[in-house]
């Protein structure tokens, strides 16, 4: 067994399309369209569609542009060889970062917060290990 995919709805398909590759620097893998029940899907990732790796599936239902955030979502979390300088580069790129990068409270691990445009919020957690290329480009 493994995690394939955490999937969110959104209120513009091709605003968070482009948050989640332009801001956060994931991958557009597919997407695709459902005329006959009126919703549209596109998966994004920081793979190639690997099925090794766990996916984001962005639904837009047609005519929904905003959902209520429900108390007991969290956030998705995402591995970062600098939370600092990544923070800076979401900046740059337009996103809203909530909690700049520090220490986790009571702890060492570097983590920062971004919220993407239809609220849910990104936790990058800066770990040595994903230097090597893995994480937020």
């Not at 067994?1 to 955490?6: D, E, G, K, P, S």
């Not at 239809?118 to 994480?135: H, N, S």
Request: net charge neutral.
């Amino acid at each position: 067994m493994r995690l394939l995919h955490t999937m969110l709805r959104v209120g513009d398909l091709q605003r968070s399309i482009d948050f989640y590759t332009k801001v956060l620097g994931m991958n557009l893998l597919r997407r695709s369209e459902n005329p006959e029940y009126k919703y549209s899907l596109a998966f994004i990732g920081y793979g190639n569609g690997n099925p090794d790796q766990a996916e984001i599936e962005l639904t837009y239902n047609w005519g929904v542009e905003k959902y209520e955030m429900g108390g007991a979502y969290g956030h998705i979390a995402i591995g970062v060889p600098d939370a600092y300088a990544a923070c800076e580069k979401i900046k740059a790129a337009g996103g809203n970062v909530t909690r700049e990068p520090g220490p986790v409270k009571g702890g060492t691990t570097v983590i920062a917060f971004v919220t993407d445009p239809d609220g849910y919020k990104v936790e990058l957690i800066q770990r040595a290990e994903y230097a090597a290329g893995a994480g937020l480009r």
